[in-house]
């Protein structure tokens, strides 16, 4: 009995970011619109956001890579900042919408940042891994 219960406490930790959020996200490099959207219907885009190229291990010793967050919401005129944490793995964004601003190419470190002049949704992804795919949605 007193191992049914340590597993249960080990299963309940182990669960604890499991689904069920709030759906938004914390932690660095997770973005700017982290926080609830204001009272009263506001949307709780930004002028700015940030998302990072992330490297993680899918637990049986393989790299997968993301964009964190995958979607971010910022105002018109607003910008995007993509920074690469993955080491040396070359990233890139190329955009699938038509009127986003120029593709960022490869780089395997630093930053780069877009601006989004005109409302709509952009979608994204990186063109070396097909799984890293995210959008911007600009009010």
């Not at 700017?32 to 709780?44: K, M, R, S, V």
């Not at 040396?88 to 490869?106: K, L, Q, R, Y």
């Not at 063109?127 to 911007?136: A, C, E, L, R």
Request: hydrophobic fraction near 25%; glycine fraction near 18%; charged fraction near 5%.
């Amino acid at each position: 009995m007193r191992i049914s219960y340590v597993l249960l406490a080990v299963m309940a930790m182990g669960c604890g970011g499991c689904g069920g959020g709030d759906g938004y996200t914390t932690g660095p490099g997770t973005g700017t619109n982290t926080t609830p959207p204001p009272a009263g219907g506001g949307t709780g885009a930004t002028g700015t956001a940030a998302v990072a190229m992330h490297q993680s291990d899918d637990g049986y010793g393989y790299a997968t890579f993301s964009f964190t967050p995958q979607s971010v919401t910022i105002t018109k005129g607003g910008t995007v900042t993509w920074t690469n944490e993955a080491g040396t793995t070359a990233h890139n964004v190329t955009f699938t919408t038509g009127g986003a601003p120029s593709d960022v190419g490869n780089m395997t470190s630093g930053n780069a940042t877009r601006t989004f002049n005109t409302a709509g949704t952009y979608s994204y992804h990186c063109t070396n891994h097909s799984t890293m795919t995210g959008t911007v949605t600009v009010q």
